[in-house]
């Protein structure tokens, strides 16, 4: 147990040694959605470009305002055309989004006021500002306003849009491959013979690496033998930025890919105090940073979900954020303890608190999702009813 890194110092070294491997390239901003941003937009522009109408109403200098005295509408100005100074002592017909005259500082809405003919009477006192959405509210020019590394999210072509933007730096799409061991596996749609199971690690990696906005590249499945693995890991450095691999990590002389990664590159970590997912392996092959998940399908997932998917994140570019959690109590009790951190699969209860799956051994997925995410319980840590921990909802990761 003494060989195990901890948990936060794996994650730390995992995304501390990382670093972006892919070029940049610009695209339509039409077709950014979900592409990582490579340089910080800058506004160039205000948003909005002049100081404009909430309410569709009156524009007029609050301080010529006075109880029931009939103001003279002096001009009209609907949305998008070009507002004359106001003719002093007078007010102007507005709309929404339409730009304040100069000379105007607030705007009275049509349920306050009472026109007759070309003239009208306003009843409540406005005040400076009242009603006037001031140029620049959303953004300045000359503000960052998404950095380098975001994620573009339908928001975000939103607001490039609205600062007249239609092409973006972006990085281009990280090439990610997937290997997966195992003389046991066969693909599914084929027929399973004595001793064997369906591969389940390969596709469900394939769809995590996607969900996350990455290109696989490569899937390769190699049997339980060093020539094998080797063969498999040198197609895949010929292609992908990085590589990510299931099973044979432990200890077992059928597992290859640790004698396989020292022989083709450096380890820099082997062992980590979690559960499930101990036997994690972090390399570099010819450059190439690599993980080796082990090949229990929930420890796949589990340290897919911590390590993985922030290794992923920082070479395709972007700002690696943890994971979003909250605390919840606990709806059980359990006092034996582990030294290792641990992630329980758990659903929140409609009393909320957290009840673990009944299932948490790693070779089991239903268990995955039959629940909603994960209880980290720290290492030593017995489970007290009604104590809070760290909920990850699986939404998170
Ligand atoms: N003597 C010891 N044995 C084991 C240890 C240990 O410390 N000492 N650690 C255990 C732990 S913890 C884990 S986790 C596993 C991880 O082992 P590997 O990464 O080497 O994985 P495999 O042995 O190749 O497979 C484990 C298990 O998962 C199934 N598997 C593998 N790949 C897939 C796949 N693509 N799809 C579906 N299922 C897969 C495989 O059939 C095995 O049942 O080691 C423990 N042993
Ligand atoms: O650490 Mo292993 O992933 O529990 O089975």
């Not at 000359?142 to 933007?165: C, D, F, N, W, Y």
């Not at 596709?203 to 339980?224: E, F, K």
């Not at 059980?332 to 951190?341: E, G, M, S, V």
Request: proline share 5%.
């Amino acid at each position: 147990m003494s060989t195990l890194l901890a948990f936060e110092e794996a994650l730390q070294e995992i995304k501390h040694s990382a670093t972006v491997c892919v070029e940049t390239q610009t695209t339509a901003l039409s077709n950014a959605l979900g592409r990582v941003l490579a340089k910080d937009i800058v506004a160039d522009i205000s948003v909005p470009p002049h100081d404009n109408s909430a309410m569709d109403g009156y524009a007029l200098a609050c301080d010529d305002w006075q109880d029931s005295k009939p103001f003279k509408i002096s001009q009209r100005i609907p949305a998008g055309q070009k507002a004359d100074a106001l003719e002093p002592g007078t007010c102007a017909r507005i709309f929404t989004g339409a730009t304040i005259p100069n000379g105007a500082d607030c705007v009275i809405m049509q349920e306050d006021a009472q026109q007759t003919g070309d003239t009208v009477i306003f009843t409540q006192q406005p005040f400076k500002g009242d009603n006037i959405r001031p140029k620049g509210q959303d953004m300045q020019a000359g503000q960052t306003v998404v950095k380098a590394g975001e994620k573009i999210t339908p928001m975000h072509i939103g607001l490039l849009s609205s600062l007249g933007l239609t092409r973006i730096t972006v990085y281009k799409p990280l090439r990610v491959g997937i290997l997966t061991t195992g003389d046991e596996l066969v693909p599914a749609g084929e027929t399973l013979k004595e001793g064997q199971i369906f591969n389940s690690n390969g596709p469900m990696l394939n769809a995590l690496v996607t969900q996350a906005g990455h290109q696989v590249a490569l899937c390769l499945h190699a049997v339980d033998t060093p020539e094998a693995t080797e063969d498999a890991l040198e197609k895949l450095i010929e292609s992908c930025d990085v590589i990510l691999s299931s099973g044979g990590v432990s200890v077992g002389e059928e597992d290859h890919v640790k004698d396989a990664l020292e022989k083709l590159g450096k380890v820099h970590l082997w062992k980590i105090a979690i559960k499930p997912g101990k036997p994690l392996v972090h390399a570099t092959l010819k450059g190439i940073p690599f993980l080796g998940l082990p090949g229990n399908p929930s420890s796949t997932l589990v340290t897919y979900h911590w390590f993985a998917r922030l290794l992923l994140s920082v070479c395709s570019g972007q700002i690696a954020e943890s994971p979003t959690s909250y605390l919840v109590d606990a709806g059980f009790n359990r006092t034996k303890t582990i030294q290792r951190d641990e992630f329980i699969r758990v659903s929140i209860g409609d009393d909320g608190l957290a009840y673990a799956h009944a299932q948490q051994s790693s070779g089991a997925l239903l268990a995955a999702c039959e629940s909603q995410g994960y209880l980290h319980v720290k290492t030593n840590t017995q489970i007290e009813y009604g104590c809070s921990y760290s909920f990850y909802p699986f939404s998170a990761f």
